[in-house]
């Protein structure tokens, strides 16, 4: 079965950090693009920032210089290092990435993850 698992949100006051990890498991074949959401209550998930196989990355205007992307492609793991956190950034965090898995036949597609709460407050 594949999957990814999320860990690492929790309860933090403003101006604190956090660092949240993905990992991808199950018979995966390749993983392309590996990004982060985040959905708020009563709003839409967005993206909050990607990166791709070569490294390159891209941020949410509202996280940026705030908010580091990494993957380590041995472990099959994408992390998101929060710092400076905001009342603002209070959600949940998902993971995503575009992968080809389960079958050798099988074409590249999302898979997401179940998601970790974080909430940021006093």
């Known amino acids: 079965q594949v999957q990814l698992v999320e860990s690492g949100g929790d309860l933090v006051q403003p101006g604190g950090s956090l660092r949240l990890s993905c990992a991808a498991s199950?018979?995966?074949?390749?993983?392309?693009?590996m990004a982060w959401y985040r959905q708020a209550p009563g709003k839409e998930r967005e993206l909050v920032a990607s990166i791709t196989t070569g490294g390159t990355t891209n941020y949410a205007d509202s996280v940026k210089g705030r908010f580091t992307i990494s993957r380590d492609s041995a472990k099959n793991t994408v992390y998101l290092q929060m710092n400076s956190l905001k009342p603002e950034d209070t959600a949940v965090y998902y993971c995503k990435a575009n992968m080809r898995a389960g079958y050798r036949t099988s074409l590249p597609r999302d898979y997401w993850g179940q998601g970790t709460q974080v909430t940021v407050s006093s």
């Open positions: 199950g018979r995966i074949f390749s993983i392309n693009t």
